[in-house]
């Protein structure tokens, strides 16, 4: 069984968050809710779903995890600026531990400086970005290189979800 952490700050896009949460709690995985702060609700930026952050990413050990999933939306933006939340995920990388984000989701990656040189997929309006920091972009439903799992949009959950079980299996 894997532990596998959510980061989450308000905006996310509901369905980026629920199904990727759901299929993992369901394959029997632990999944704990971060964000930039403990005990926040997060609301979906389509006010479907809401989650409450368990823990604040920074007072966790990346060491006590096996992955981390980076829903998008407006979310990553909000992630991305607190220093704690980027260095948990810099501490999952050092270990090449599983670290997934859809959509806006790698914003959260190019703010840990962790793209350099791989091979990704990321929403139309953030390969520019992905670019500038060192990405190669690949206009893909799912690119899995390394540790890094990426997928563009809601319509590319299935194999995003396939590609993340894959890896904790």
């Keep these: 069984m894997a532990r596998v952490a959510f980061l989450l700050a308000s905006g996310f896009e509901d369905s980026e968050m629920k199904n990727p949460y759901e299929a993992i709690k369901a394959a029997g995985h632990e999944t ?15 006010k479907t779903v809401t989650y409450k952050t368990e823990e604040k990413a920074e007072d966790v050990d990346p060491n006590e995890f096996d992955a981390v999933i980076i829903p998008g939306g407006g979310a990553p ?66 690119v899995v290189n390394k540790n890094i799992i990426t997928s563009r949009t809601p319509k590319d959950e299935p194999a995003f ?9």
Excluded: W
């Design 77 to 142: 933006e909000i992630l991305r600026v607190n220093q704690g939340t980027v260095d948990f995920v810099k501490g999952l990388n050092k270990k090449s531990k599983v670290i997934a984000g859809i959509c806006h989701g790698p914003q959260v990656m190019i703010s840990a400086d962790i793209l350099r040189g791989k091979e990704l997929t990321c929403y139309i309006g953030i390969r520019d970005d992905v670019i500038n920091s060192g990405g190669i972009f690949r206009d893909e439903e799912v």
């Design 161 to 169: 979800i396939r590609e993340i079980l894959a890896k904790l299996n």
């Design 32 to 46: 704990v809710v971060l964000g930039n702060e403990k005990g926040v609700v997060c609301e979906g930026k389509k």
